[in-house]
């Protein structure tokens, strides 16, 4: 019985579970999500700041205008330096310097004209003007950063800002992939008519590497259900997840629900209604580890990968269940054609006109065919309902390139 790809991944996000928490520095910290709120350590800005280059004056000094007001010192970023502002002077501030006691306003240098006998002012200001008020942006204590952020360059940021040196965040899982199949050989072997290089392996890697699971080693095993239920438990062993690509579906030498029985894994489920990625299998062994079984055609690996596998890893990254698989809706530059019963990917390129994106989908030769995919975006994703669906429609797309 074929199961629909939204139930599919509803079983695997029921099993999947965020992992441990750990600290780590900042500077390896990119990437994960937070396993902690992050809180403000003080007022930011943590007192009323010059937001420009200028001269911090009393408002009602400048009430009549043009007025000279005498130069009394100068407060520049980083200087503990508290000069008062009394009646009929000014001081000069930088840009994130403390405005000094007594003034209530700042008036840009280009408002200016300085001379020996002091700094001429041409029009009136108004109170605040220029000055970012202590605790504007939040007061201390405030949550900057829920639980469940994913850090990237601007979460990293705040955490500096706020002293967080090393944030408390989830471990991202271990992963590797196994690809079956006598017929494949490594990328710089010579290959025979009867044989193909294996492109999974590095390009499921790189799909790793693209979303921040780097590092991934791949390995080629061969079509043998004893030597590929030995290699699954060392894999299962040593990782949370486990990709396997090809071998999963319904032929002779198709031996990966035999090995992950032999493994102690049990299958959740194994036949999707989709296309490409129909013989699609998913097992967990234990308590949190999980098991990929990816029909071996190259577009059948990435399509899986995206629908199943990165929200599962993104799960168990700590990352919310509804961010888990990245979706954007965008309308069709082309028609394309939905099958019944199956829900069906078609690889497709962003394309821009004066509207905005749309999406091109791309001619293949079917599952098998990695060229079509050479210039593909990601994949819209039609309903399982056949029928023409016309250009200009909305539909769901899956980015294959990284989104937050
Ligand atoms: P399978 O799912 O094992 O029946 O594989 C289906 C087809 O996918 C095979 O006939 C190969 O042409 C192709 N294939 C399987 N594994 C790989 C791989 N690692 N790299 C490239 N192509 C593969
Ligand atoms: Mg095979």
Redesign the pocket.
């Known amino acids: 019985m074929l199961i629909t790809p939204t139930k599919a991944l509803g079983i695997i996000l029921e099993q999947v579970r965020p992992l441990k928490a750990l600290r780590l520095p900042l500077s390896q910290a990119t990437g994960h999500c937070l396993a902690e709120d992050i809180r403000s350590d003080r007022d930011q800005p943590a007192a009323d700041r010059s937001a420009m280059d200028g001269f911090a004056v009393r408002s009602t000094d400048l009430s009549s205008c043009p007025r000279q007001l005498r130069l009394a010192g100068e407060v520049a970023a980083g200087s503990p330096a508290r000069p008062r502002v009394r009646p009929g002077t000014c001081v000069r501030v930088l840009t994130g310097a403390n405005v000094p006691p007594g003034a209530d306003a700042v008036v840009i240098v280009e408002q200016t004209k300085e001379s020996d006998s002091g700094v001429m002012f041409s029009r009136p200001v108004k109170v605040g003007a220029n000055i970012r008020k202590r605790g504007e942006e939040a007061k201390n204590r405030t949550v900057l950063l829920k639980k469940g952020a994913l850090l990237g360059a601007v979460q990293i940021g705040l955490c500096a800002t706020v002293g967080k040196a090393q944030p408390k965040v989830y471990a991202r899982p271990r992963v590797t992939v196994l690809?079956?199949?006598e017929?494949?050989r490594p990328v710089s072997d010579r290959v025979g008519r009867h044989e193909?290089?294996?492109?999974?392996?590095p390009s499921l890697t790189a799909a790793l590497a693209l979303w921040g699971y780097q590092g991934v080693t791949h390995k080629?095993v061969p079509d043998d259900p004893k030597a590929l239920a030995a290699k699954l438990k060392r894999a299962v062993n040593q990782h949370d997840v486990v990709i396997l690509?090809?071998?999963?579906?319904v032929?002779k030498y198709?031996f990966v629900p035999q090995a992950i029985k032999l493994t102690g894994g049990r299958i959740r489920f194994h036949g999707v209604a989709m296309r490409p990625g129909k013989?699609e299998l998913y097992a967990t062994v234990g308590r949190n580890k999980h098991i990929f079984g990816l029909?071996?055609?190259?577009l059948s690996v990435m399509t899986g990968f995206y629908e199943f596998v990165l929200p599962a890893l993104r799960r168990m990254s700590g990352l919310d269940l509804k961010l888990c698989q990245p979706c954007l809706r965008l309308p069709l530059a082309a028609d394309a054609q939905a099958l019944p019963k199956l829900v069906r990917f078609v690889v497709a390129k962003l394309v821009s006109n004066k509207k905005g994106l749309s999406l091109m989908p791309i001619k293949s030769h079917g599952s098998?065919d990695l060229i079509s995919g050479g210039t593909a975006d990601g994949v819209i994703v039609l309903p399982g309902k056949a029928g023409k669906i016309s250009a200009g429609t909305v539909v769901a797309f899956r980015p294959w390139r990284p989104l937050p």
């Open positions: 690809c079956t199949g017929e494949l193909l290089r294996d492109s999974n392996g080629v690509s090809g071998g999963v579906s032929g198709d013989p029909p071996g055609n190259p098998g």
